[in-house]
């Protein structure tokens, strides 16, 4: 069975950095986009970033640009997200997911993790 397991969240203050990584196992995603989400509590999963697999063209939400950095390590099969200046409206539950392609919407990502806490306290 095919799954994406994440790992790195945690509590921090606001103005800390956190290092999310997600990291499949069962299988390879060569090729393959991912990107990062998140779902804080009474509210929808939306984007957070997102990339190729070549590291070639990344996407960013708004209000983590200039903050988040997306990357991937394709010999270790990892992809990253770093996270700095965090902001207690960053408090959300990050998933991972892998796409076909590039995109900002779920609904193309047809394979997720289980999703990790990051909690930001003010």
């Known amino acids: 069975q095919v799954q994406l397991v994440e790992s790195g969240g945690g509590l921090v203050q606001a103005g800390g950095s956190l290092r999310l990584s997600c990291a499949p196992s069962?299988?390879?995603?060569?090729?393959?986009?991912m990107g990062w989400f998140r779902q804080a509590p009474g509210k929808e999963r939306e984007f957070v970033a997102a990339?190729?697999?070549?590291?070639?063209?990344?996407y960013y939400r708004d209000s983590v640009k200039g903050r988040f950095t997306i990357s991937r390590d394709n010999g270790k099969n990892t992809v990253y997200l770093q996270m700095n200046s965090l902001k207690p409206e960053d408090t959300a539950v990050y998933y991972c997911?892998?796409?076909?392609?590039?995109?900002?919407?779920?609904?193309?990502?047809?394979?997720w993790g289980q999703g990790t806490q990051v909690t930001v306290s003010s």
């Open positions: 997911a892998a796409a076909v392609r590039l995109s900002t919407w779920s609904n193309d990502y047809d394979y």
């Open positions: 069962g299988r390879t995603f060569s090729g393959r986009a």
């Open positions: 990339m190729t697999w070549s590291g070639g063209n990344t």
